[in-house]
């Protein structure tokens, strides 16, 4: 359970901890809050010759409002965002989501930005800001860009994100006025990952529901959105809910381990995906 040895770096700004990361190269990794690179650190899973610290790297903690856009600095805690007065108001399943991940120390410690660059399918974030639409604010040697959530996870713990560029601020849409949300977790013990998890955003219509946008947590190699359920709820009456959750595992990719097997997981997707929505409606 010892790191194998490497150099340690802290950066002061984005620009820094860029420039380190092109001079360390492939081998050189960020550190933010360490939950998630530690450990693998400690197995020797992961072994980087350089580490840059970022975690003071200055502008990077903000929580505020831009036009209808909720702007997150990737090193803010997942107890700053579970905390947050503006996300309780303008985007609660977020609040709500980070007030869940892991045990006190997690959240105190790990930053949202860290988890998304993580790509962990089993995370309660990523798949939130998959349902959300969020986009992602990437610095690196030519500068920023912008990557939406559907284009960011590519893999199993793989993301779009350069080994030369910072994962700097996520960006979120304010959702739209009178929806309902829910997020539905199954785990075995409260501090752990989700065997499956979903997240669910409704705008309501005079007729029923006129829009739904659900995300998968752990259905996959990467977070997923439940295309098929989102269809059949678009127009649909509320009375449909039930039968388009029965489609929830459509078009995904459950692995079998030692918490569940795949059969298993598809189940569990459609009963939370339709305590979900269901959850979500009682709040419009």
């Not at 490497?6 to 360390?24: I, K, N, Q, T």
């Not at 962990?120 to 974030?125: E, G, I, N, R």
């Not at 809910?241 to 918490?259: F, N, Q, R």
Request: net charge negative.
């Amino acid at each position: 359970m010892i790191p194998a040895a490497f150099e340690y770096r802290r950066a002061a700004s984005v620009d820094e901890a860029v420039a380190l990361l092109a001079e360390g190269g492939e081998d050189a990794k960020l550190l933010a809050g360490g939950h998630s690179l530690l450990p693998l650190m400690k197995l020797r899973l992961a072994r980087p010759s350089l580490l840059v610290d970022i975690d003071r790297a200055a502008g990077m903690r903000h929580i505020d409002e831009r036009d209808g856009t909720l702007a997150i600095g990737a090193l803010a805690r997942h107890q700053d965002l579970a905390t947050s007065d503006l996300l309780r108001a303008r985007c609660p399943l977020l609040a709500h989501a980070a007030s869940l991940v892991g045990d006190p120390q997690v959240r105190h410690r790990g930053t949202a930005g860290g988890s998304v660059a993580h790509a962990d399918p089993a995370s309660d974030l990523c798949a939130v800001l998959r349902c959300l639409d969020a986009r992602m604010v990437v610095q690196g040697p030519a500068g920023r860009r912008t990557v939406a959530a559907a284009d960011f996870f590519v893999g199993f713990l793989e993301s779009a994100l350069g080994a030369d560029e910072v994962l700097v601020e996520i960006l979120v849409p304010v959702p739209a006025a009178g929806h309902g949300w829910s997020y539905q977790k199954f785990t075995r013990r409260a501090i752990d990952w989700a065997i499956v998890g979903v997240a669910a955003v409704v705008e309501p219509s005079p007729e029923g529901i006129a829009r739904a946008a659900v995300g998968l947590v752990n259905m996959g190699p990467t977070p997923l959105r439940a295309a098929a359920v989102e269809a059949a709820l678009r127009g649909a009456p509320r009375t449909a809910v039930a039968a388009a959750a029965a489609s929830a595992p459509e078009g995904t990719e459950p692995a079998a381990d030692i918490h569940a097997d795949a059969e298993f997981r598809a189940q569990l997707a459609t009963v939370l995906t339709r305590r979900a929505l269901e959850e979500a409606l009682s709040r419009c």
